[in-house]
């Protein structure tokens, strides 16, 4: 079992930066892949970055790439979300996930594969 708590959010300019994280509790956490997800106001819930329980794989949507960077300190049990270059596209809700597989180095990108998530944290981008 894996608790998980963001923080981070808020409100910013164009351009600006912000760091995500998210806390987890519980014995599983460095056994776990994690990743973030966002949802915007009338759409869907969409992948945004991922990483292996390990931190030496990561994934990341197409568009974030360049932008955003996912890392994790294990013995912290937290994964930070790096946002560089803001824009107000990147306006939603962020959440964090983790998969319930131990001890796998995969990576998964679909909101099905993770079966703990945290309450979000609001992103939001002003123009």
């Known amino acids: 079992q894996v608790q998980l708590v963001e923080s981070g959010g808020g409100v910013v300019q164009a351009g600006d930066s912000l760091r995500l994280s998210c806390q987890a509790s519980?014995?599983?956490?460095?056994?776990?892949?994690i990743g973030w997800f966002r949802q915007a106001p009338g759409k869907e819930r969409e992948f945004v970055a991922a990483i292996s329980r390990s931190g030496e794989s990561s994934d990341y949507a197409d568009s974030v790439k360049g932008r955003f960077t996912i890392s994790r300190d294990n013995a912290k049990s937290t994964v930070y979300l790096q946002m560089n270059s803001l824009q107000p596209g990147d306006t939603a809700v962020y959440y964090c996930?983790?998969?319930?597989?131990?001890?796998?180095?995969?990576?998964?990108?679909?909101?099905?594969?993770?079966?703990?998530w945290g309450q979000g944290t609001q992103v939001t981008v002003a123009s």
């Open positions: 519980g014995r599983t956490f460095s056994y776990v892949a």
């Open positions: 996930a983790a998969n319930s597989r131990l001890g796998t180095e995969r990576l998964f990108v679909t909101n099905g594969e993770y079966g703990y």
